[in-house]
Each structure stands twice: as structure tokens, then as C-alpha cells.
């Protein structure tokens, strides 16, 4: 019987060998990314963690919501609202509005003029701002094509531009494309105490745009040519990197209402400067009802009056100092010893249910 | 050949070569989503769509070619499989007598094949001869049908001579038969030989997959080929299974489509409003110079167009990456299955397979475990490990039920007794040490008493000897001689025997011989003493069968003497003894109830000493029986056999285990205590299937069993069927009542039903109540039950209780009940792989089962749970700010994005961190999953998945979607500066700061999500937001044409600006600050499991206070009543009970 045990050992570990070889092949490899066991840090989300997070949200939101509200309250804007102000006393209804905007041939020269509420430094940015005008309508943002207005080699490349991709004998439009079609071409000029306020109307467009959006040695062709004329003309001897006001109104806006940059005065204006605005009233925003209004406005580090972020800091700030509070008090009244095992499922209801 | 026959090939690939392409593309856009985003892809090569034609089929075209590479490998990975079975080798006929090996896929139909020992046959053939003179051969069918005895088939006596190759050198004949089918037990043909016709029956035909077993060979021919053998016109397609978490995300898809649906109805109609009364004043639009997509004459067909362009741009609700994320998170968390290293089984050498990945989430909400028994509960394996011999008992091995559950009450008894102590008397205790040395397969027995020839020194000695020789005497097996070893190995009908001849010989009595009529035993008294090789004349062999449930050989020994012995069921040996023969009948009993309890096989062995002239009086008779030609030979012959086995002397009473798998008490109790039910399915008999659930601790003493079984019915009486359906009805009604009833809480009952009386409970009349009364019982076992009542009593609690079900098991048998079951789990390593064919999760041991379900189905569960909803919420989140911004452009169809920032939302920027969410995230450790089984509940109870949570994940999307679109528009209004140096944003501006707004705070959101932060997640969460950045760098400093608006939008526009900054800050803070709100005062209030051990783990309470973990991880379980935790609580519960009641002035608390 020894005998038979022992021969019957050395078999079995004969065989095992045998088998180590086929069965290692199979056996997967240990690393702790397959085992699942990288090591990893586990927070857990404890009364301190909770508190000291609403605490520092609202520590650090309070002091950025008070600078942006200062920075907000420092720009000086001044907005002068033209459409209605710039008809004739006998234009009234909507009709007689759309024909005397459309109709070329009348002057259409207005004169304003607005008090400076405060001290303003320079630069002044001078905006116009439409209303309900849908430059984010899907018809109109497509309206476009970029590798035409940057080589002027692409001339013939109207792809996307309808409506406006050619003239009616079928010239390819140099801008082609209705948002170039509507430019915006009311003008205008400044003076204070007669004197003239010289406007800079020179980089109020992204300077990429400029280098490399629109070419330098492209030049508007066959432009507002149709017998339907959209918005402004274009000088055709300018080439598109320099018609800063095209480069301006292709960017087009997000929503229905809207500023875009017009010019810079780059002198201060004082508290209760009058300011004499000649404009043009050449752009036709009464078919559709939209307000134009001129803008002239100071810029703060954060950009122009906009009181909303820094409400919305100073509120939500405040608001988690609320909670951090609330939930002091939760754990006050209701604490809970963290890891405390009786909070478990099978300790709170003993029947295991 | 008249008829063209399949060939041997067989596949169960789902596509070829030139079926792929479009079958899997078929596939594919079968899912609903996917065809939305096809409609959208070609739609978007059209005028209508809002979006450019690459950024629609790109992603789509991504998401597809992923999930058919998917597809691709693992169709492969099936072909190989089939190689590996057509490439099998088998001698076949070439000619002239010559046979030579050819590979399985090249057998034809006539084929002449010769097939060794332990060799599979390779198909459906007709046994012509073996290696037995009389053209006998046994046969294991356990691929087929679960069956673990052997049969024996029996070729045609016609045939018999052809028994050596040479033989068939001018072999003619022709075999008519019936066409292919699926009966396994049924064959009708005939066999043509030499101008004779034979019939042929089911005794002759070798079934595919089934085994050749202790035959050296046999010559068959090949009649059925292929997919037409018996066994593939068994095997059913494979049905494609679906998570419940799944299904449930496609109504939630479908809610999605609705919201969508409705959404761009009012884009549309809102577009149909504007185009017909508005832009006719919108000049700068050219009104009048219009097509159709944009006419105000005509604003309903105009509508329709843009419904269309809604339906497409509004996509973004619909998580398009959803699908092709969840099934990369799924193959990697099969991987990791794949990859366990604990799921890994040394011995045979194979690893665990996720064979289907899409089910690892169900893992997690399992609810009842149907599980086999053969092969998976126990290894097919008998130990002799006690044995009780003239009222002494002898063995001190202990079972594995027994040591597990002697190691768990030691360490309750450390707390858990402290208020009462009690020395729990059980013998049981001292024996877990012992390290389980015996290597001898099919002995454990320890016990110095009887070992080494110390018997003979025992008082009853005579007795002993006698013991030994029924065990080596009273069989049918064979002994084969191991050349290399020298010892001899044994092949006999049953395990048990086996056991038997074993222990026979470990004891000193070796079988060593069998010819026609003798059996030749080596007997050694002592290790001192030679062999002295006895010859024992075996004059009569009285078979076993079930009826019988005994057998009987008569011998004469050397010196003449005459002997019966029987070994038998102790029932039906009691009954038969002799007046003389009782002595230790007593003792004997009380043996054999302990060893039943612990779960043991046992038989009781007797003997009967005959006289000369009474043998040969009966021998006349029984040989007359035996010649008896009729029906009734077989009662003739039973009859005969009765006369015989009477007036038995009992000698003693074996007890052989059957030997349980590694760790199945230990993983049933973690199953139970993870709030698991387990029914046992077995084809074994009763008896059998009750000892494994003592075994299993699925039974214990005190439990009340329910025993259903169909009266039998006598089959001449016209309504037999009825009256066996009426009695079963009676007696279920009779259990319900008596299980509703019952008052005492720890009152456990087990439901035991047969095959016959399920035949009748699972009619449509009785199932609804069977089912009722098997789901109040703790524990349910079938026995004798047939692979497709498997399948339909799976279907039966499936669709009844309407909970997960997960079928384990190892054998073809039971290819049904797992393709039936939601999971199906095939034990591999155990020869034949139908089981592990048609499972969705390979194992090699039943105890993985464990750590499959509690730790891989807990994670997979949450992780997927988890993800679905973030995915939900990150799409609501963008896709409803594109909504917005419509109402805002007359519902032109305009996105505020750019197309590449939404291409890349779902493909790049969010996708790797939910990928690393579902992953890898683990809300405890994989050992926590274990210590609390009872966190598995969170998953049956589908806590993370249900309506509630899924609506608060929505909303919560809804809500960001507000936060982003009207706070970024607010600040980034046009209407003033956001700059210095003046300028206002223009569209591009404020859709990249509030994209990237969106990028931040859906990355933050998931980092609170998260509670497990390995370098991954970091790297993904915080790469994404990084790569948000370096894409937009990359892109603004591409070509304009490509980029348009946002050429150099960062460097230029918004990277100087400090509201870029600031509003990122804020709003992704805004965005976030509602859920942080929720989920702090939710733990602060009514926190969840893993929070409450997250914590403890966190401030490593588990180290300082060691108590306190144990105690919570003992009761960390739920409720159950079965597991040998349970048996242990029970026997507690009883020793307190005789406590309480001995000293009663002692105030104990405790629950009787």
C-alpha cells in the first residue's frame, strides 16, 4: 500500500507538470488594473467636506460677484434710441415707413443730440444696436461663403449663397450671400460744442478676421448690383480686409437683439456734455418692427454694463452660505456619527426586510 | 446515393464570410435608435438637415463599425470553437479492411468508424460489434441527458463477428430508417445483412456527444451526419437575452423620442408660424426669393421640411453614443470577469468567461438560482468516508457542510454566545482543523481502528471481515490494472461502487480479478502478511434496479461455503433480516440517521449463509425464471430474487459521500444570506437529491419537508391521470395551508417534488399554485426531473414571479434551462460543452458563482445603472440648450454650436469619462461585497435603476439645461460688451463659452457621481475637460474655412476674456450645486448601505473596532433559512431551547 501511494504521487506530480505548462497559458495574469485593485482615493462626502465646500463656493463667489457688480456700475453708457425719432412728422404707418426707408433718393439725414450722464473715458465705443432683427435665422447664417471672400482666386465659389450668389446675368457676387447683402449702413458722425469728434473706425473688427477671413486682395464685385438692393454699398476699390464694417456685421449675432461695434471716440466726454449726432437713417429695420438705437459706452475689465453676473455671483454666493448653514444646523440637530453601523439597513429594520 | 446528406460539419456561427456585412448591418439597425440616426445620416446629405453631413455620419458610422467589430470577434471566437470539434479525429474505413484517422467534419453518411475508449462519437451511428464477445458496450450519456450512469447498448447478434478491422474488408449492408429528429430515445429502422432484414431499435444506435466507456472499442456505421444527429436537432438557437436594465433604457429611449417628437412639433409649428406671418417683414431674408424649405406662401409644407430638420437637430437628446459606450463598458467589465484571478480555477485551469457580455448588469438583480446537481453542486465523485459495522461506528472524516459550518460557529461563538454560553456538543467541533489529507480519489476515511489491519484487534472482528468482503465481493465492476502504478483502478456502473472497491482495497481487500464466474479478491490481514489471492465463485448476480433498490450476489468462498451477500437501500435490508440478524439493528439506525443528516449516502450491508441443497432448490427456480421467454420474465425473475434475500444477517452500513464541489456550502450560505433562493434541479432520484440538500445544508432537522410526489396510478382506470392530478391538487392545497399557518418565525419548509408529480404541477391549471407554495419555501429540490421540465420549471418562476432567474449547469441536460433562465451559467472544465455553449457566463466551479453575483453583478449593476442615467442626463442637459436657442432664431433650425463641438460631445469629449464610470467604479471593495452579501439587495431591489431614480436624473438634466442656456445667454448678452476692448459676442462666441460651460459641468457632475478615483478616472474626467480646451486650440488654429467663426476663437476671442472664465466657473457650479445639495443631505439623513461602510472604511473603523465589524458582518445578511449559517442558528436556537428549559429560574433572552 505505501508503494501504491507513493508511485501514485510521483505520477500525479508528473502529470502536474504537464499540465502547469497547458494551464498557466490560460491563467490570467495578475496586474492590479485587471484585478481591479489600483489603488484610489475614495472620498466620501463628510459633514466637513459639505460644509467647507458651500462655505468656500460661497467665499470665493461673494468677492467675484462684488468686482464684477463694481465693474459693471463703472461703464457709462448712453443709448439713444433713432428709428421712430429719425421719420418725418407724416411717416406714421408701417407702409409709408418701409417706403421711405426704401426709397433711395431722399435724404435721409437726422440730427440728435444726447447728454452725457457721466464722466466718460476714452475709448468710447460707439455701438448700434437692431432688435428683432434674426441675424441667427438658419437662412442666414449659411448665406455665406468663406473661401471666396479670402482668395480672391475662389471669385466664382457661391456655394451656400443663395439667394444672393449671382447677378441676374449670372457675374458671381464678391460678397455673395445675404448677410453681406443686409449690411447695416446707417452713418454717423459727432460733434460736441460744434466741434467735430473724430470717430476711429479702424480695428473694431477681430484682427483674425482681418489676416486671414477676409483677403487683402479681394474686392467686392458686382455687389448690391441687382435691382434688389439689400443693405449698404461697398467701396469696390477697397479690398474686403479693410471694409471693417462688412468684417463686423458677417459675424453674426446669437440672438435676435443685438450691438455691433460701429467705432471708437478716443477722447473723454465729460458729465453733461451734449453731444450732436448726424446720422443717416438709411437702414430698413421697419418692415419688421425693429428698434435702432445708438450706443455709446465705456468698457470696464469685464466688457460693458452687464449687471447680471454680478447678481448672479453675489446671490449664488449667498445662497451657499445658506446651505453651508442649513446643513450646520442639520448636522447639529440631527448628527449622524459617520461609519455608524446602526444606520444600516439591516440595523434599522431588524427584520431584515 | 440517392438522397444528398449533410455532412459531419457543424456550425453555430451566426454569420459567414458573405453573410456578415449585411446581416450584422441588419442587426444593427434593428435598434431603434440606430435607425433614427441612420434616417438622419442620409436626410443630413439633403438641403434640409441643420447640421453638415460629416458630423451625422461620422459618429454614427463609428457607433456601428464598433459594435460589428464587436459582433465580428466574437462570432470568430464561435468558429474557432466549432473548428476545434470538426477537426476531432476518428478512425474511419478507407478499404480493404484498412482504417485510417480523418477529421470529424469529412465523415459521411455509411461511413464504417472505429471508436476507442473515452473517445466522443462523432456522430449518430449504429453499433455493429465492440470488444465484448456478446457486442456490448457502455455508453455515458451525461452530454445528452444529465444521466451520470452508464448504459449499456447492444449491437445486433448478425453483427457480432464483425469485430476486427479485417472484418469489413467486404462489409455490405443497407440501413432504412426514419428521417432525422429530435427523440432522443426513440429510433425506428431496419438493418439489411446478407439477404436479412433485422429491425433496429433505439439499443443500437450511438448518439453524438455521448461517450464510449469501459469498451476498448467499437465498429459502428454512421447513419445520421451533422446538424441531422440527434443531439444538434436538439440544440435550439440560442436566444438572444436582454437585461432588464436593457429593456428599460429602451423605454426610456422611447420616452426620449417623445419628448423629442414633441419638441420639434413645436419647432416646427413655431417655424410654420414665423415663416408665414413674420418673414414676409424679415426682408434681409429674401422673403420672396425663397425655395420650399423656407416659403411663407407655402408654411406648412415648409413645416413639414423643418420637422424633419427639428427631428434631426434635436438628436442630441437621444444619446447616439449610448449604446456602442455601454457595450465597450460591458466588454471590459468582461473582461475584468474574464480576468479574475479569483475566479480563476487552479486545478483544471480555467479562468471564468463572460460568453455574452450583454447580460453582466443582470448579475446584479439576480433573484432565484436554478441550479443542477451532478456536476455542479457535487463533483460526480463518492468518498467512502464512514461506515458503521456491528453497531460501532468508524470514520472521523467530516464532510464539508460539516467543517464549514464547525469553522462558522467557532467564530460566533466568540460574541454570539457571550450572553449565553453554551459548549455547542456537537462532534463537529474539534475536526475543521484537520487538513483534509487523503489523496486517494473516491477514499477519505480515517480512522486508526480499522486502518492498516487494526481491525482484526477489534471485538468484532468476524463482522468486520465480513464487511470488507460485501464491499469487494457485492458488485458489477471491472478492475483494471494501472501499468504504471500498479494499483488498480475500477470501472463500475455507479460512483458509489466504485467508492466501494476502493475502500475495499485501502482496508486490504483487493479486487483484483473478474472472469465469466468468479471474482478474485488479495486479501491482507495486516501489512505485515503477504497478499493471499482468494478466488470467489459467483454463482448468481441479483442486479439492482430502483424498484429493487438493492442487490445481491451469491458466491461460494474457497472452502465451499455458500454465501448471499446484499448490500441495499436500509429500508428495504431492515425489512429482510432475520430474526438473528438484528443484533446491532439499533445502533445501526441511529448511525444511519446521523450520516443522512450530515448529508451522506448510505446502505446498509447483510449477508445470509445458504445451505447446499436450499441454494440449489432455488437456483432450479431462478434459472427457469431466467430462460423465461415474455413479458413477464422480469416479475418472474424479481419474484425469484425475493425468495432469496430474506432472513439477512445485518453486518453494518456504509456511508459514502457525495463528494460536494469545493465551496459550494460556503457559497449556497453567502447566496442565502445575499437574500438568493436556490432550487435544486436534479435527474437523480429523490433519496439522492434529499442527501445533497442535507449536504448543501438546503435541508436540515427540524425542517418540515414537503414531500409531492404523484400517487401511483393504477393505469387501467379510465380517469388515472385525473385522480393523480386531483390527489397532487389536494395535497398542495393542503402544504399552502399548512405553510400559512405556521406561527413560529424561524419555521422553515422545503419543497420536494419528482419529475411525475411536476408533470402534472406544471399544467396550466396547477402551476400558478405550485408555484405559490414553492416561493414560500426556503428551499425547493426536483428530483428526476427531464432537461425540458428543467427549461419549463425555469420558465415557470421566470414568468411567475416575474424576478430575475440565473440557471447553473454543467451537462447538455440542462442546455435548456439555461438558454431559459435570464443568465444562464455553464460549469466548464467537466467534459462536454453544450452547457458552456448555450451559457452566457462559463465558471469552472459552482463556488465562483459567488463572487460572480456579489461582487461582479453588484459592480456591474451599479456601474451600468449609474452610467445609463448619467448618459440620459448629459444628452437632456445639451440637447434641450439647442431647443432653447431655437425659440430664440424663429425656429430656423440653427444650432448655436458649431457642428464639430456636437460631433465630438458624444464621441470624444464625454464619452471616456462614463466609459471609466461604468467601468471601473467600484462603490465598496470586491472584499466589502463579500462581508456584506447583503448589499446584493440593492440590485434585486433595482434601487439604482427604478423610475424614481431615473425621472431625478432627467430632471436634473432639465434643470442644467436651463442653468447653461439662460445664464451663458445672459451673460454673454448681446447687448453689451464682454470684452475690454469692446466687442459684443457673436454666435460663435457664445456657443463656445457655453459648450464650454456644458463640457464642465457635465465632467464635475460626474466626478461627484463617482466615489472610486483610480488614476483613470482622473485621467479621463479631467482629460476630457483638458481636451476640450487643446480641440478648440487645435481647431480655432486650423484653417478658417474649416472652422469658420471660431478660427482662433480661444486664443483671440475668449482666452483674454474674463467672463469666459468667470461664467465657465459659475455656472458650472450652478449646474452642479442642486445634486451636491441632494446627495449630501441624503447621506446625511438616510444614507445607504455602502455609504454607511464607505465611511467606516474612510476612517478605518473596521481596524479600530474589530467587534463591531464582525458583529455587522454577521448580520449582514438577510434573513434566511438555509445555508449551514442557518443550521448552525438552528442547532443554537434548539441547545438554548433545552437550556431555557432545564434551568428555568435562569433569565436567558432568547427566541425559542
Redesign the interface.
Known sequence: ?????S???A??SGSADA?NL???S?????SKF???E??????????KW?IS?FTI?GVI?IP?GVA?LLASRDVV?VVDRYDSACLPANVSHKDDKVAYITDRDTDKSCTRTVKITKDMNQ?I?V?Y?LDN?????????KSRN??QL?DKNEANETSNC???KTTADGKPIVPCG?IA??LFNDTYSFSRDGKNITVNRKH?S????RD??FGSDVYPKNFQNGT?I??GKLDSNLPLSEQEDLIVWM???????????WG?IEVDLKENDTITINLENNY?TY???GKKKLVL?T????????D??GL??LS?GG??FV?ALL?TL??LI?P?K????S?????RNP??? | MPLKYHSNYISTTKYNVITFLPKAIFEQFRRVANLYFLLAAILSLTPVAPLSAVSMIAPLAFVVGLSMAKEALEDWRRFIQDMKVNSRKVAVHKSEGLFGYTHWQKLRVGDLVKVEKDQFFPADLLLLSSSYEDGICYVETMNLDGETNLKVKRSLEVTLPLDEDEAFKDFRGIIRCEDPNSSLYSFVGNFEYQQQVYALDPNQILLRDSKLRNTQYIYGVVIFTGHDTKVMQNSTDSPSKRSRIEKKMDKIIYVLFSVLVLISLISSIGFAVNTKYYMPNWWFLEPKNTNDLYNPDKPALSGLFHLITALILYGYLIPISLYVSTEVVKVLQAMFINQDLHMYDEETGIPAQARTSNLNEELGQVHTILSDKTGTLTCNQMDFLKCSIAGVSYGVGSTEVEIAAAKHMSSESDFGTSEIEIEPSTPMTPVFERVRKSTIKGFNFEDDRLMNGSWTHEPNSGKILMFFRILALCHTAIPELNEETGVFTYEAESPDEGAFLVAAREFGFEFCKRTQSSVFVRERYSPADDLVEREFKVLNLLEFNSKRKRMSVIVRDESGQILLLCKGADSIIFERLSKTGRTFEGDTTRHLSEYGEAGLRTLALSYRVLEESEYLAWNAEFVKAKTSIGADRDVQLERVAELMEKELILVGATAVEDKLQRGVPQCIDKLAQAGLKLWVLTGDKMETAINIGYACSLLRQGMKQICLSAAPSDPTQPNAKQAVKENLSLQISNAIQMVKLERDPHAAFALIIDGKALTHTLQDDLKARFLELAVNCASVICCRVSPKQKALVTRLVKEGTGKTTLAVGDGANDVGMIQEADIGVGISGVEGMQAVMASDFAISQFRFLERLLVVHGHWCYKRVAQMICYFFYKNIAFGLTIFYFEAFTGFSGQSVYDDWYMLLFNVVLTSLPVISLGAFEQDVSSEVCLQFPALYQQGTKNLFFDWYRILGWMGNGLYSSLVLYFLSVSIFSSESAFRSDGQTADMAAVGTAMFTCIIWAVNIQIALTMSHFTWIQHLFVWGSIASWYLFLLAYGAGSPLISGNAFQILVEALGPTAVYWLSTLFIAVVCNLPYLAHISYQRACNPLDHHVIQEIKYYKKDLEDHDMWKRERSKARQETKIGFTARVEAKIRHLKCRLHKKIPSLTIQTVC
Not at chain 1, 26 to 30: A, I, L, N, Q, V
Open positions: 500500500m505505501n508503494h501504491s501511494n508511485s501514485a504521487a505520477t500525479a499540465a497547458r494551464r498557466n490560460r491563467r490570467p495574469k495578475y485587471t484585478q481591479q489600483l489603488p484610489a482615493c475614495k472620498p466620501i462626502l463628510t459633514p459639505v465646500v463656493v463667489f467675484i464684477s453708457e475709448p465705443y455701438y444696436q432683427f434674426y441675424q441667427n435665422h438658419r437662412r442666414y447664417v468663406d473661401q479670402r443663395d439667394p444672393e445675404l447683402w443686409s473694431i477681430w484682427k483674425s478676421d486671414h477671413k434688389l439689400g443693405g459675424r453674426t449675432a446669437a440672438l435676435p437683439t443685438f450691438r455691433k461695434l471708437k430698413n418692415s419688421f418692427s459706452s468698457a470696464s475689465w469685464l466688457g460693458g454694463k452687464n447680471f453676473l448672479a455671483y449664488i445662497f451657499c446651505l446643513f442639520l448636522y440631527k449622524r459617520l461609519g455608524d453601523p444606520y444600516l439597513s439591516w440595523n427584520a431584515g426586510q
